[in-house]
């Protein structure tokens, strides 16, 4: 895909929605990162259901040490994997306060020491919480990006580093919600809806769908 054709893409999504963001209910930082982890293979839907319950009661990381993991196990039951989701998240607040104030860390390394995060969950928290110009790669924005030609990879480290590469500046702190939103709602995995697509014209997908 040229130049051209990337540039206007990222045009029509942000005419089509100037100000993007997680579709997750958070309120700082922290509630943020907790949001993310559970998130893992779960839907935000689900997410939501339960931190509208937990975060009222533990939002920091000395009251989820309080409320202990047997609580939070409690709070969060419906969502998948949640046994070890709790396990790390305890954890994760344990470190946060004894390395970091019981602040969120803003760079990746840091992020990516604490339990349960890994580099998409550090890329969200960046670019969500602290407007840092990370694109978090899940499987819908690894879709969106091989399927439409925008930037194609073997592997969600690839894809990651192509559109860091590719997707212009003024567009790349928005891009990562841009793409998730198009890949949840029109790119779907087994049907997408081409017919509804505002870059139709520009996306190189063969087997298009109307």
């Not at 000395?62 to 196990?73: I, N, V």
């Not at 969060?76 to 004894?98: D, P």
Request: glycine share 6%.
């Amino acid at each position: 895909m040229n130049p051209t054709k990337r540039y206007s893409i990222f045009t029509r999504f942000k005419a089509a929605n100037p100000h993007p963001n997680t579709e997750l209910k958070y309120r700082t930082p922290f509630e943020l990162l907790v949001a993310v982890i559970l998130s893992a293979q779960a839907t935000d839907v689900s997410v939501n259901s339960a931190t509208r319950q937990l975060f009222p009661v533990a939002n920091t990381p000395q009251a989820m040490l309080d409320l202990g993991e047997e609580k939070l196990r409690g709070h969060v039951q419906r969502i998948g994997l949640y046994q070890t989701k709790s396990k790390h998240i305890i954890q994760m607040c344990r470190l946060l306060l004894e390395k970091h104030g019981g602040q969120v860390p803003q760079t990746r390394e840091e992020l990516e020491a604490l339990p349960g995060v890994g580099r998409k969950t550090a890329n969200v928290v960046l670019n969500t919480a602290f407007s840092q110009p990370t694109i978090a790669v899940d499987t819908h924005i690894f879709r969106v990006s091989n399927r439409t030609g925008l930037a194609p990879g073997k592997d969600v480290l690839e894809v990651e580093k192509k559109l860091l590469k590719f997707v212009p500046d003024e567009f790349r702190h928005d891009a990562h919600h841009w793409l998730i939103l198009h890949g949840r709602y029109i790119c779907q995995a087994r049907k997408p809806k081409c017919g509804q697509c505002l870059i139709e014209d520009l996306c190189e997908y063969r087997k298009k769908e109307f």
